[in-house]
């Protein structure tokens, strides 16, 4: 009975990993953090998406509010500054009544929180400036939202057939489309 008992521990072979596995596994974690870290060492070429995402979370939500608020009197728009001096938010966040002047007004609220506003400091740090092209191809100053969700600029011409375009130019060239029925998407 215990011949058979050693028989049966002297069959058990040994597991685990030899040195040269272990060194080759070693070696190619090496590498591929190395190409990895310099991949994302810089945000060249990225920053443009962010402030995409940025600007068409900013026209959704002036398209939302201007769905559910229907009050006469009163703009929901984002405003455009081009330029070296390139920013983008709402003239005014107080809707209460009697303020609908200065909801239509030109210039970007300074105490706009971010997911509506871009102010002019932080898109000149990153190097991206704007522009942007309506269906006739002219510059707008801003893109407004009537109570169905519809765009409005100031010519009117997001509803011939091509959409009002907002570019932002850094690294790389991005776009914000706003179809003619309302459709805002990065395009």
Do not use: W
């Not at 940025?54 to 081009?82: H, P, V």
């Not at 191809?137 to 939202?145: G, K, P």
């Amino acid at each position: 009975m215990q011949h058979d008992i050693r028989l049966r521990r002297g069959n058990c072979s040994q597991t685990g990993f030899s040195l040269v596995e272990l060194i080759t596994v070693v070696i190619l974690i090496g590498v591929l953090s190395v190409v990895a870290a310099t991949r994302f060492q810089t945000r060249k070429g990225y920053v443009e998406y962010a402030y995409q995402d940025r600007l068409i979370t900013a026209l959704r939500n002036m398209q939302t509010r201007a769905m559910q608020d229907t009050r006469s009197g009163f703009c929901f728009r984002i405003n455009l500054a081009y330029g070296t001096a390139s920013a983008y938010g709402p003239p005014s966040l107080n809707y209460a009544p009697g303020n609908g002047s200065a909801t239509c007004a030109s210039g970007i609220s300074t105490s706009a929180p971010g997911y509506l506003a871009v102010q002019a400091a932080e898109l000149a740090a990153e190097s991206v400036v704007l522009s942007s092209a309506d269906g006739n191809y002219s510059n707008f100053s801003y893109l407004a939202f009537d109570a169905l969700g519809r765009p409005l600029n100031g010519a009117a011409n997001c509803n011939t057939g091509r959409p009002c375009r907002i570019t932002l130019t850094g690294e790389s060239s991005v776009q914000v489309c706003v179809e003619s029925q309302g459709y805002v998407h990065a395009c």
